[in-house]
């Protein structure tokens, strides 16, 4: 367990300096990490952040904790159990519990996200059905035995929590049960009793639709609304007035101007700070501080808007929401791309991609197809899922915006699977290794790649199909590996299978490994 510590990254420690914080975001980072690799080095299987009380926190520890997957080639699995402040169900700083989920699910290890704490069993039931119609996946509950009196005692009995916690467990709603302050032994006894043999709660299907959040939830969804007002007055570019009060320190003012834009019908605010005369990075994460004290701006979406990569950073280290970047592109080439594109994932952003490669910006249909279709290649690492947090700003004519959409996003899942898929001049060949619990993959130039499925002599006959053998000998010296496997089998059901599903152009697929081959 790895609880809320008493520091807020989101509320001002002073409220007469509202962009004074005790502790920063790489702080309270740092503080998670060293608590969870201590975790883990004892033996935990998986943690559990709890009592949540401000996202921005618990970004920060799942920032930390994908780090330590990162180093370690580790999954580490991270229930999420969130404290509500009061009974409009919201958080103690001004969160609503779908906007709250949104800024932490970008974590792709989650094991469930739930409640605790906050009051008795019968006060969050309202909640937990809210949760359990829209989250995918597993709730958890664990209350308190009520409020406490004037003594500072729970008189919540085992035998009411116990049943009230059964109700919701049979009209479907939770997963995971348990239980809080002033709860016991007896308590937990009671509820295992009072649950046993109960179906648990179905989970449902995820939903591949943008979702992002300020104090409150935004869903971005042309099918049900082909506009989403964002407002560019927050923009030292685009507002003479914003940009003298941002250069004056006037903060309060500044803010009206985007509580205006709000009150317009914006629904997502862009922030931008790049001025010669001004410190962009500072200025930035003053006033994503000062936004975080005022709701009727905070509710909004911030689209975090910079050329200047640690201004990004600074805009998403002082926002609690799940953000929109704007944005990144290919110009400085593959690697860099790579780099923005996985601190962005780790920092739960949605991203704005531009039309740009090193050559300049596309300017017709046919030159748009190379940066879009590297950019979507690019989800064979699961960086950006094309259809939930990223955005194309191609500013080009609506047939060649089309071209951005011919994709097939390529999502691997943690099992036996393997994929292939076109990465800019390379193919990658990714697969799971169980015995070593990490991913691995092989990177083929595209004649290489054609080379093994024209070699009929690489391809066997199976029990229930087919294996292609690769051997790292035929690859050519100019092709990176980082896998120290000198041979790797894929399992196809058919030589059909194959054959329709490997595409000259844009292609990917995945196929089941059986444990044997594995």
Request: aromatic share 10%.
């Amino acid at each position: 367990s790895m609880g809320p510590t008493a520091k807020s990254l989101s509320l001002a420690s002073d409220m007469s300096k509202p962009a004074h914080r005790s502790v920063s975001f790489d702080e309270m980072a740092e503080a998670y990490r060293e608590q969870a690799e201590a975790l883990l080095e004892g033996g935990a299987d998986f943690l559990l952040l709890e009592t949540c009380y401000d996202a921005l926190n618990t970004k920060a520890a799942l920032y930390a904790i994908s780090d330590i997957n990162r180093r370690f080639h580790r999954q580490i699995p991270v229930m999420v159990s969130v404290t509500i402040n009061d009974r409009s169900g919201r958080t103690l700083t001004g969160q609503t519990l779908w906007a709250f989920y949104t800024s932490i699910s970008h974590y792709p290890y989650l094991l469930s996200f739930g409640l605790n704490c906050s009051f008795g069993v019968t006060d969050l039931r309202p909640f937990v059905e809210q949760l359990s119609a829209n989250v995918p996946l597993p709730i958890s509950i664990y209350p308190n035995a009520g409020l406490p009196n004037q003594m500072g005692e729970y008189d919540e009995l085992p035998s009411f929590t116990a049943q009230h916690l059964r109700e919701m467990a049979e009209a479907g709603l939770i997963n995971i049960a348990g239980g809080c302050c002033g709860t016991n032994e007896q308590h937990i006894r009671a509820i295992a009793d009072a649950l046993h043999n109960i179906e648990p709660r179905t989970v449902p299907a995820k939903d591949d639709r943008l979702r992002v959040s300020g104090l409150e939830p935004l869903l971005i969804d042309r099918k049900t609304q082909n506009f989403t007002n964002v407002g560019e007055r927050t923009n030292v570019a685009g507002s003479r007035r914003f940009a003298r009060l941002i250069a004056e320190k006037q903060y309060d003012e500044a803010l009206a101007v985007a509580r205006q834009q709000i009150e317009g019908g914006a629904t997502v605010i862009d922030i931008n700070m790049d001025d010669a005369m001004l410190d962009s990075q500072q200025e930035m994460q003053t006033f994503c501080r000062h936004i975080s004290g005022e709701p009727a701006v905070g509710k909004a979406v911030l689209m975090i808007d910079s050329s200047d990569w640690p201004t990004i950073l600074a805009g998403l280290k002082n926002a609690q929401g799940k953000c929109i970047v704007n944005s990144i592109s290919l110009k400085a080439g593959e690697q860099d791309f790579l780099t923005k594109a996985t601190e962005l994932r780790r920092l739960g952003a949605a991203v704005v991609v531009m039309a740009f490669d090193e050559e300049g910006q596309a300017t017709q249909v046919r030159s748009t197809i190379s940066p879009a279709n590297e950019e979507e290649g690019f989800t064979v690492y699961g960086l950006i899922n094309l259809t939930k947090d990223h955005i194309t700003d191609p500013s080009k004519s609506e047939q060649e915006t089309l071209t951005y959409w011919i994709s097939f996003p390529f999502d691997v899942k943690i099992g036996d699977i393997f994929g292939f898929g076109e990465v800019g001049k390379y193919w990658m060949i990714k697969y799971y290794d169980g015995a070593e619990r990490a991913e691995k993959g092989w990177f083929l130039d595209t004649k290489t790649f054609w080379k093994f499925f024209m070699d009929t002599d690489s391809i066997m006959r199976a029990n229930t199909g087919y294996v292609l053998t690769l051997n790292k000998s035929m690859l050519n010296t100019s092709c990176p590996v980082y896998d120290n496997t000198s041979t790797l089998q894929l399992y196809f059901p058919s030589l059909e299978k194959i054959k329709t599903n490997i595409h000259a152009d844009y292609t990917t697929t995945t196929c089941t490994i059986p444990a044997h081959i594995c």
